[in-house]
Nanobody, 124 residues
């Protein structure tokens, strides 16, 4: 079992930055791929970024490449999403997720555990 709790969301002006955190409990955190997804009302949950268990491999959605950075600290059982140059279209509920996949997972059904989400609102 892995429990995930996101934090760090909020309201920010366009061009600003936020850092999301996802604290995980459970002994298998350090062996799992971790990912961030986002969702707006009436739409599917979209892939944002993922990181391998050792932090070496990362992957990003095209819409956030060059602006967002995913990282992890296995000593703290925490994964981060640094979001820079935020745009109004980044407004969404952001979810942290954990996967048992052995290749980097980009689809929501490849993830086994999810956090409750944190709201990010970017004003224009």
């Amino acid at each position: 079992q892995v429990q995930l709790v996101e934090s760090g969301g909020g309201l920010v002006q366009a061009g600003g930055s936020l850092r999301l955190s996802c604290a995980a409990s459970g002994r298998t955190f350090s062996s799992r791929y971790m990912g961030w997804f986002r969702q707006t009302p009436g739409k599917e949950r979209d892939f944002v970024a993922a990181i391998s268990w050792d932090g070496v491999t990362t992957d990003y959605a095209d819409s956030v490449k060059g602006r967002f950075t995913i990282s992890r600290d296995n000593t703290k059982n925490t994964v981060y999403l640094q979001m820079n140059s935020l745009k109004p279209e980044d407004t969404a509920v952001y979810y942290c997720a954990a996967s048992r996949s052995i290749v980097i997972p980009r689809r929501h059904y490849e993830y086994d555990y999810w956090g409750q989400g944190t709201q990010v609102t970017v004003s224009s």
